[in-house]
């Protein structure tokens, strides 16, 4: 919190620098609200005069903190045999203690199922590998995530990972094509047809719901989606992750 305050009777124009300490590491927007008032009102001074503000605003974080543990590459997936199989890839690690796996049947309360030991400090890439044995007894849909955390008890959560076991965590008899940056193709290879299709946000929200009458090929606009990566489960067996731009 900053007050300055004009001279009397004259036209000003202030500078204002001010310092945010602590600003997270890869923060890259700020919300910054500008309170202007004088003596006479939020409008106008004791002789009448408007007062005008303009800003600017600069955002440079200086010697940004860098992350402790740089992931490159978390996945899931769940066996004929009711496992889960979830290995994961840093480039880099500084201070890392360990891992948690964390594993939820709703995407939204995880409870923690295992963990494992990190490798300190390194700016080698490291490769984990985690199983969670007869998973399939919890859920037959699961959500799993990863929880980083430092020698000092700081942490940062992974991205989150969908499981289902209808479908062993894999597309099975249907391919996903990907025509362009908004659109899909799904086509069944069972012949059975297709007959639903949702679609899950990656942290395991419900955003479309799309039915069909045991359609070989369906086409899916994800026009109306922002980008970001989904969950698309056809049937409530089998899942893939598609990508929209």
Known sequence: DTTIFGPEGACCMNFLEVTLPDVPAGTNALTIEVDTRNGQG????GNGQSWVLASTITFN?????????????FDAEGDSNGNTLLNWTTASEENNDRFEIERSVDGVSFDTVGEVLGNGTTTETSHYVYTDYDASASGSQLFYRLRQVDFDGKSAYSDIELVNFAGNGRMGDVDVIQLDTKNYRLIDNSGEGMSTVELYS?????????EFNKESVIDISA????SGTYIAVVDGKYSKKILVY
């Open 61 to 73: 974080q200086i010697n940004p903190v860098p992350l402790p543990v740089e992931l490159i590459r």
């Open 42 to 45: 939020p409008a106008s001074n």
């Open 223 to 226: 026009e109306r989606l922002a």
């Open 202 to 210: 990656i942290d395991g929200k419900p955003v479309d719901f799309l």
